[in-house]
């Protein structure tokens, strides 16, 4: 309702006139149509009739003030009329997306086509301003968005020319002399030959997302590796174990390999559900674990870290360390010389810059559709959590405490072969088949069993112990240090439990550690045995000669994603290994 | 060199016209003068007729352009004739302080007073315009520098007028409703109430110098004990273990108590000799090692390495982390968005703003006035180095290595009271008088001795091992960490010495040390074993569960000073604790 406040809602109007005040802005379509999107997943689950009224009063306002070719968009036609189709960094393209997007979920969530026929038109608008007349002033957005939309609308529609549109996209993009070199906004290259990620993090994943769409789709092998080689640089030198990317606020981007600062981490929400995305899409090509593991990853750290605990207030950056004092640093400085988004210590509710919060809301509605896959009489399960669902002839129901407890009880009827993923993190797990201890065929990761006809349930322990991480050596940052993981749940220190200067805590690899359910926020904190400096023995020095003055103390830790919902507190991930 | 090339001494013609190359820049005129003083310092050792006539070039130039007034400025007389004391951040003021200095400076050195009538002149209409007219649109300048200039011209020509001025100026420093509240140009209090060390850190050393003068020769006892206040504010909060302030690249300045990141460390070379200056002021009321010591710190340390060992290139900032690598980091981003002062992995020839190396000249050029002071028949002895001094009937001669070596030998002839420093860093030492063990009387810091008439010659060796410095525990980038230094030295690993990823390199705090003398570069290194992790086992991973798998290695370290002079190279001061 943060929108209602802000004017969002109203700019879909289109009646604002210079002098009035909530000028709308560029990338405010995309925040409600965002919004239309989370909407339409809660509306595929049930009715409900004021979600909907609002949808239909959103679709009512873009139906009335669109223009004659199907074109809408609440900043340029009213704010700009004159410059339509004239910035390449002006999110007209990603607003268009993001209609698309919205108006796909809602066709499928209520078989109402009107706004799907409104984007069908706009899609075909933009398709002769683009690839017939070619009369916009560049070739591929700026920020990409509409390749994955485009790519969409063919999948609810079956019309191949949107298919064909989004490919357009992804064939033009980077190439020279069409092109300027731009690396923030991955037109350095021609998309196949980009193998390393690159730029804005959140732009990247949703470039990625359309590639891995369009490789499969059709079958383009070089795309295929490219996506291959892009996920893996991920994977292998820029991801947090957070799963958060995009460690530089300088253009919210991907940097070099293995530079993962803590503090300064920027780690957009936004990024990390694009990193979802991106990850499920390719599992579409290949079931591999490493592809759930990475959602999973995500899902659990650096995207819920993004949602409070009460679910109403938003981190935009998702820092892996941080001490309420630097706040205090930049006082009296120039405006322009401070971070522009600064250290938050604690979640708000809206941003300037809203991207993330319908982001969060949308992927939370959808997350059903990262669960399982499909295919003849075969099912596979990519993510654990209570729920039930129907397919065709199969039923399914997941009732777990995952991931406070690894044990996973999934009932099925109507399955004929049942894969399921062993996460990465998991070195010991058991199975039993209708009460029977089994053992499966595995392979890349998933555990296949077949199964005779009718109702079956499967019981999987997975080992959830708490072990101790440390990052490759070239990761600077960490040097020295360790993080803790309970399953796929990243812990982190807090002041509020741990008293001040969480940096000078010890962690010994040998201490024994206790996991305890707290009831209040429904998750498992953990308890161990640690140590650090004595700071009574310094007085009034900075420096001192050294010597063996440690005590030993008792360390509460929580899920990272948990962190600063208990009032202001130091945090840190990553400790001192004793 | 690099002054001629780039047009700074040219401006001095003052015939620059709109559209001419090389237009004079505010603070050009401040280069030339430190270069003057700096030449100034060198002829007190003895005639160099090169160095005279560019001198008297200078000051040609000087008399033939300045006003009726006496008014001279190399950029306000051509760039901006309208702008005279408009500006409050426009160094107008700071240019003229620097031409005082060089004047005196030269006077001293040459007897010749042309310069120096010159320049009181130019005082006396700087008074008229502040004190008398108060025409200017500002009170007192936004980067000190006149004050203590100020106060130089007293105590050369003892007329009182001139100390007047420079008390005016810090009178009126942050006095409301007068003056702007400005923090990071020390205006956000009057300077008696200034207590914590805040703002841009070359100009607080500047403010904080001339107010020791005027608290000591003023008998300002509220002056003093804000001296007093800030000193104990920087030593015990804001200083590097190299001597460097200032950690904040934005505004150059210090930010909050135990702040003091590494790599992002500015400590602008300036800054330590600005620490330097405001030091050896204290040291003047008030005779306690704490003063020698920092002077001694810097030197050594955070102002040495701001010059390369052949003397020939500059470092503007002195990180105590560097990875060539962080230069890859920011292509591709907006200028506006860069560090406007990029990490440089190499001293360079000249800076744009080139404040520090004429700086650094004439810190070194006047290094003597720092080692001794005297009074009546004593004799204190501050800093050790090889040289030889003469001051009334006294005569001094010490040879030593130091400080690669702790023995002195200090020969003195005519002096009754002789007074020496024991650093803070030493824990043991001895002391022989013409070849007897002695034992003098300690006080704050300083060994006294009564000598009979004649020549004597007191020996003093000073224990100099290696050992490990551990930093406060609120120092939260140094948690985890140890620094190596030997006497006043600190030390540093370079990956062109230890392989490359020394952020890998763990300290044990038992191991053996070993000092080789380096022949080239006439400097000890170290050498120590340490351990280090094994890259080997990571594969492509950039996580796994911690194992123990660390090897011994050689450890070879460096004084910080000395870094970056072997090609590019990653360096880091602060180690992994073993």
């Known amino acids: 309702e943060q929108f209602q406040k802000t004017g969002r809602f109203d700019a879909l109007q289109c009646n604002w006139k210079p002098g009035m005040p909530n000028k709308p802005h560029i990338f405010w379509d995309s925040d409600i149509a965002k919004w239309v999107e989370s909407a339409a997943y809660i509306l595929q689950k049930g009715p409900d009739e004021r979600l909907e009224s609002i949808c239909e009063w959103v679709i009512d306002q873009i139906e009335k003030n669109r223009t004659s070719e199907g074109y809408f968009n609440s900043f340029y036609l009213t704010v700009e009329p004159q410059g339509r189709w004239q910035g390449?960094?002006?999110?007209?393209?990603?607003?268009?997306?993001?209609?698309?997007?919205?108006?796909?979920a809602y066709y499928e969530a209520t078989g109402r086509d009107r706004f799907l026929h409104m984007m069908e038109e706009f899609a075909r608008y933009i398709q002769q301003v683009f690839v017939k007349e070619q009369s916009a002033s560049f070739v591929t957005p700026g920020h990409e968005e509409i390749e994955l939309a485009l790519y969409k609308l063919y999948r609810c529609t079956g019309k191949t020319e949107y298919r064909d549109l989004s490919k357009f996209f992804l064939d033009n993009r980077g190439v020279r002399p069409r092109e300027p070199e731009a690396m923030g906004i991955q037109s350095h290259l021609p998309v196949r030959e980009q193998k390393s990620a690159k730029g804005h993090a959140v732009r990247?994943?949703?470039?990625?997302?359309?590639?891995?769409?369009?490789?499969?789709?059709?079958?383009?092998?070089?795309?295929?590796?490219?996506?291959?080689?892009?996920?893996?640089?991920?994977?292998?030198?820029?991801?947090y174990i957070t799963g958060g990317i995009g460690s530089s606020k300088h253009g919210e981007a991907f940097t070099i390999p293995y530079d993962l600062p803590n503090k300064e981490a920027y780690t957009e929400t936004c990024a990390a559900i694009g990193l979802i995305f991106f990850s499920s899409r390719l599992l579409l090509s290949q079931v591999d674990s490493i592809y759930g593991d990475v959602v999973e990853q995500v899902l659990y750290n650096g995207f819920l870290s993004g949602l409070s605990l009460d679910?109403?207030?938003?981190?935009?950056?998702?820092?892996?360390?941080?001490?309420?004092?630097?706040?205090e640093k930049d006082v009296d400085k120039p405006k322009e010389d401070q971070p522009w988004l600064p250290w938050l210590t604690q979640r708000v509710k809206v941003f300037g810059c809203s991207c993330c919060p319908p982001n969060v809301t949308r992927l939370l509605a959808s997350l059903g559709g990262y669960?399982?896959?499909?295919?003849?009489?075969?099912?596979?399960?990519?993510?654990?959590?209570?729920?039930?669902?129907?397919?065709?002839?199969?039923?399914?129901?997941?009732?777990?405490?995952?991931?406070?407890?690894?044990?996973?009880?999934?009932?099925?009827?109507?399955?004929?072969?049942?894969?399921?993923?062993?996460?990465?993190?998991?070195?010991?797990?058991?199975?039993?088949?209708?009460?029977?201890?089994?053992e499966g065929e595995e392979k890349r990761g998933y555990v296949y069993l077949r199964l005779p006809p009718g109702r079956h349930n499967l019981e999987l322990q997975l080992d959830m112990p708490c072990v101790?991480?440390?990052?490759?050596?070239?990761?600077?940052?960490?040097?020295?240090?360790?993080?803790?993981?309970?399953?796929?749940?990243?812990?982190?220190?807090?002041?509020?439990?741990?008293?001040?200067?969480?940096?000078e805590i010890m962690l010994d690899g040998k201490a024994f550690w206790e996991a305890e359910y707290e009831e209040t926020y429904g998750m498992h904190i953990l308890h161990t045995k640690g140590l650090r400096r004595n700071p009574d023995g310094f007085g009034d020095c900075l420096y001192r000669e050294m010597v063996e003055d440690r005590l030993p103390v008792k360390i509460t830790m929580v899920p990272y994603y948990a962190f600063a919902n208990r009032g202001v507190s130091e945090m840190q991930v990553w400790l001192l290994r004793a």
């Not at 949703?206 to 640089?233: T, V």
């Not at 820092?319 to 630097?326: A, R």
């Open 371 to 438: 669960q399982y896959t499909y295919e003849g009489d075969a099912l596979w399960v990519h993510q654990y959590m209570d729920s039930e669902a129907v397919h065709g002839g199969m039923q399914i129901r997941q009732e777990t405490q995952y991931p406070n407890d690894g044990r996973i009880s999934i009932t099925v009827d109507g399955v004929g072969r049942l894969a399921f993923r062993i996460p990465g993190w998991c070195s010991a797990y058991k199975i039993f088949l209708d009460g029977q201890p089994w």
């Open 88 to 104: 390449r960094g002006n999110h007209e393209l990603y607003c268009a997306g993001h209609w698309i997007e919205a108006a796909v």
């Open 204 to 239: 990247a994943m949703y470039l990625y997302s359309a590639m891995a769409d369009i490789a499969r789709d059709c079958c383009d092998q070089k795309m295929q590796e490219a996506c291959e080689a892009l996920f893996q640089d991920i994977v292998r030198h820029k991801l």
């Open 468 to 503: 101790l991480v440390e990052a490759h050596p070239r990761v600077r940052e960490d040097a020295g240090r360790v993080a803790v993981r309970r399953g796929p749940v990243v812990y982190c220190v807090e002041s509020v439990d741990n008293g001040p200067m969480v940096s």
């Open 311 to 327: 679910g109403k207030a938003f981190f935009y950056t998702n820092p892996l360390e941080l001490c309420p004092e630097w706040l």
